[in-house]
């Protein structure tokens, strides 16, 4: 059985909207100067991340978890059900909404919907996202997209760094430009577009808009998550339970000293999104620094962890 941490290399993602923080802030070598997204965790196969190093080097995490369920006390068939990313939104995203499970299935042949959620890692002044929108049933939700009526539709946020979103299968959203996010979602890539403010890409051509699906899987009304899970303090670390629910849980550990964690689920995957530290695996110390991400696989039972970082930490 494996008993140390499964380092992983990202997937950096050119977008329309993207920016340069993913060079900036986390040191990732990005393609161009329209990056938008580092899949760190993914074993999808539009952006499966490789491991760096150890008994795996070289391995996808979809080729770990089909050959060796082993690490992930793998159940069933299915595919790897989870994917995290980082964002970098230097423009706004289009305003979209992603299907459900049995939506996904019937209707694009896919293993899994996309529920998701957002921890954030940094927004510009006065920086906002749309999350749900204003319509009270389905009729009106068709009047307001037919007539273009998006300022009355869309709810805006206002956010800070540190806030945390959870955006169910069928809410409409968009992340807003200056906002950096962590997101742990279902391992998929289907999204609906709903608006994209008429932008076109560097040929002149609008973007596709997939209003008759994105019809049929809005969530009307739209209702707000009421996420409120606490705190727990322990010697050397805060963990502050940020959403328990049908597909993940997600946590933010803040480590401030010497400390030792015992792990009861399957397997965890950690990133680290501030300072820099240690962890301890059965007797072998891995510095962690901004920006690292990896998998603790199962059967790792107690880790020690040291330093002064903060850490999302998530698991199915």
């Not at 992983?8 to 161009?32: A, C, D, H, M, N």
């Not at 694009?108 to 510009?124: D, I, M």
């Amino acid at each position: 059985m494996l008993k140390e941490p499964i380092f992983l290399k990202p997937v950096l993602q050119e977008r329309i909207w993207g920016g340069t923080k993913l060079r900036e802030e986390y040191g990732y070598e990005i393609p161009s100067e329209s990056t938008g997204e580092a899949w760190v965790i993914s074993a999808h196969p539009n952006g499966p991340s490789t491991v760096t190093e150890g008994e795996f080097a070289g391995e996808t995490l979809g080729q770990l978890w089909e050959n060796h369920g082993e690490l992930f006390n793998k159940k069933t068939d299915g595919e790897y059900p989870l994917l995290v990313k980082i964002l970098d939104a230097a423009d706004d995203l289009s305003v979209q909404v992603h299907p459900d499970d049995q939506y996904a299935k019937e209707v694009e042949g896919a293993p899994y919907g996309k529920t998701e959620c957002w921890y954030v890692l940094g927004a510009e002044e006065g920086a906002n996202l749309i999350l749900g929108h204003n319509a009270a049933d389905k009729n009106e939700f068709e009047k307001m997209v037919e007539e273009g009526e998006w300022e009355q539709l869309f709810r805006y946020v206002k956010v800070q760094k540190g806030d945390f979103i959870y955006v169910p299968s069928g809410t409409i959203h968009a992340i807003g430009r200056g906002i950096t996010i962590l997101e742990v979602q279902q391992s998929s890539d289907i999204t609906y577009r709903v608006y994209d403010y008429d932008r076109t890409d560097k040929d002149g051509n609008t973007r596709e808009l997939h209003l008759d699906r994105a019809k049929d899987v809005t969530n009307i009304p739209h209702k707000d998550a009421n996420l409120d899970f606490g705190t727990s303090e322990k010697d050397g670390m805060t963990i502050r339970q940020l959403v328990k629910e049908k597909y993940f849980t997600v946590e933010k550990w803040e480590v401030s000293a010497d400390t030792e964690y015992a792990i009861s689920a399957d397997f965890l995957q950690v990133d680290v999104i501030e300072g820099q530290g240690s962890i301890v695996v059965a007797g072998e110390e891995y510095e962690l620094t901004k920006g690292v991400h990896f998998i603790l696989p199962n059967g790792v039972g107690k880790i020690k962890l040291g330093g002064d970082m903060e850490l999302i930490v998530s698991h199915p």
